[in-house]
């Protein structure tokens, strides 16, 4: 604002945490990149890391199709070449906020294209495969999910790394009352 002599008056804002105003710039910053270019895939991919990161944020690491389904169905709605562009990047640089969400979507989507695809030039293991290895137990289940639900058969180690998660998390599952004498799995 100004003042009567014209002066710019600066006034403080009230505090705002660092990641709820990145989001608010980020995507304010990208759409108008998006507008004088609607096809620049740079600001496309900025707009889904920062939504499905925070939205997974507010929803506690949970389930991203029921907490946030707004950013579930902007993501459901993206390329899978996007999605496994922005899995390898989360990856890459070990952001569970990006990871998370992503695997979750591709394995609603039951995606063929994530499921073969390489983790890496000389990487025998599909994308998801390497997800498996990933150091948080969520993007290591979405990771099994995912592959379990993908139409592409995975090899006998990446079957035995999946048996291997299942059987953690349903050890870890807070739901088992106290006095069960054993759980089953089944996939």
Known sequence: ?????????????????????????????????????????????????????????RANYGTLATAEPTVYALLADAPSRSLMDLLTRGLNEKRTSLVLPILQVIGDRADREAASAPAGPIGRNSILGRALSYDHPAVQFAAASAILRSPVQPGPEIKRLIVDILRRSAATDPTIPEQSKGTLLLV
Do not use: H, M
């Open 1 to 57: 604002t100004t003042d009567r002599n014209g002066l710019f008056d600066v006034q403080k804002l009230t505090e705002v945490p660092v990641r709820q105003a990145d989001e608010y710039f980020g995507l304010k910053y990208a759409r108008w990149a998006l507008e004088s270019k609607p096809d620049f895939e740079p600001a496309q991919l900025l707009i889904l890391a920062l939504a499905a990161e925070r939205a997974i944020e």
